[in-house]
């Protein structure tokens, strides 16, 4: 497998709750190296924009009123198969079904307020990068 770059978000349940740096921790210490990384307040804009594909869900609106209702910190990770890598530590994205010692088992509030994001493939992941991020910014 090669090295492969994603993004991740870090929601505002976890930010709410003073927990960057744990879930911070928990990515580096699966491997994963943060590339980039910053702390924005979305634009409503953004959020619909960012979760476009899931904007015929009936979750659509609270998502985006949720993504925008506080601070959020994204992030490029870069590492072997870091796709799949990412989306493992994350675990499910309902806490209720996800393994022991993954980011939403330990901190997420429920399927909504479920702590972090993360691309799904290589190619969304190129997308989103790109959505939040310059090419300078991705700075090693
Ligand atoms: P993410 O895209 O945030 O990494 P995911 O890929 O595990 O999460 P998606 O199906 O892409 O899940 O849903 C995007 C986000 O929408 C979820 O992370 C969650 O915050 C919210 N969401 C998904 N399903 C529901 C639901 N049934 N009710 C409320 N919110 C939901
Ligand atoms: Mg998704």
Redesign the pocket.
């Known amino acids: 497998m090669a090295i492969q770059r994603t993004f991740s978000i870090i929601k505002p349940d976890a930010t709410a709750r003073n927990q960057t740096g744990v879930i911070a921790a928990k990515l580096e210490e699966a491997g994963l190296r943060i590339i980039a990384s910053k702390r924005i307040r979305m634009s409503r804009e953004q959020a619909e924009g960012f ?1 476009g594909v ?1 904007k015929e869900r009936p ?1 659509f609106g ?2 985006v009123a949720f993504m925008t209702s506080g601070p959020v910190v994204v992030q490029v990770l870069e590492g072997e198969d870091a796709v799949a890598k990412n989306r493992e530590v ?1 675990g499910a ?1 309902n806490p209720t079904e996800a393994a022991e010692g993954t980011i939403r088992k330990l901190f997420a509030e429920n ?2 307020r ?1 702590s ?3 691309s ?1 493939a290589p190619e969304t992941a190129a997308e989103e990068i790109k959505f939040f991020f310059t090419d300078a910014e991705l700075v090693g």
Do not use: A, Q, S
Request: a negative charge.
């Open positions: 979760y899931h979750f609270d998502l994350m994205t399927i909504e479920n972090v994001h993360g799904d």
